[in-house]
């Protein structure tokens, strides 16, 4: 029995059942306020009866795996998800109730003529369940889209962090740089330093000297 429960958790039967529950369900009420409109077109509301029947299995189905949803991703939800959680959780159980209710209702309409003068409310409850039925739904869209729930994106839990403490930095932890040791081709494109030449220094010009006068 849990091998078989664990299988149904891989599946994600939740999300798919959910959306047959909201379509079987508002469509239904739909229908049936067709009828009342055509009461001529009695197909509409045998149609509208199967569907409130087929609309309250599913919401139980819903209940049930909704269950088995909670179980596996509780532990991983953030607090705002959990609320959200909390909340769509217990309309789907009453409301998973009431539909029940409802639909045994549905069938004494039909099936006993005493019944069929309390149709008008009936149809009244009817639409005030579907409405709710679709706010779960959003609640539901919620806590996929915008916590992740039961998708990769689930944020974990938050949990207090210690305030990190300096440590003293040692030799071995400081980063090394290496520097790179330029290859032939990079020295040959390197170009090499101008060097402006050294003046040559001029050679000493003699000093004139004295040509001695003949005859003095």
Not at 86 to 111: D, K, P, S
Request: avoid cysteine; charged fraction near 10%.
């Amino acid at each position: 029995m849990d091998a078989f429960l664990a299988t149904l958790q891989r599946w994600d039967l939740h999300p798919v059942v959910d959306h047959f529950t909201v379509s079987l369900l508002v469509v239904g009420v739909l229908i049936d306020l067709t009828a009342s409109v055509v009461p001529s077109r009695i197909w509409l509301r045998y149609t509208a009866l199967t569907l409130m029947i087929l609309g309250a299995i599913a919401a139980g189905a819903s209940y049930y795996t909704g269950g088995m949803e909670a179980d596996r991703v509780w532990n991983a939800m953030s607090d705002p998800a959990k609320a959200v959680l909390h909340r769509h959780a217990t309309l789907g159980t009453y409301m998973a109730v009431v539909f029940g209710v409802l639909a045994v209702w549905r069938i004494l309409i039909e099936a006993i003529g005493l019944f069929g003068a309390s149709r008008p409310i009936y149809l009244i409850f009817a639409v005030v369940s579907a409405g709710i039925v679709l706010y779960i739904g959003s609640l539901g869209g919620q806590m996929v889209y915008v916590y992740g729930v039961g998708t990769s994106l689930m944020s974990p839990p938050s949990t207090p962090t210690a305030s990190p403490t300096a440590t003293p930095m040692s030799n071995e932890s400081l980063p090394t740089v290496s520097v790179p040791t330029p290859t032939p081709i990079a020295m040959m494109m390197t170009p090499a330093p101008i060097v402006s030449p050294l003046p040559t220094p001029m050679p000493p010009v003699p000093a004139p000297t004295a040509t001695p006068i003949a005859g003095h």
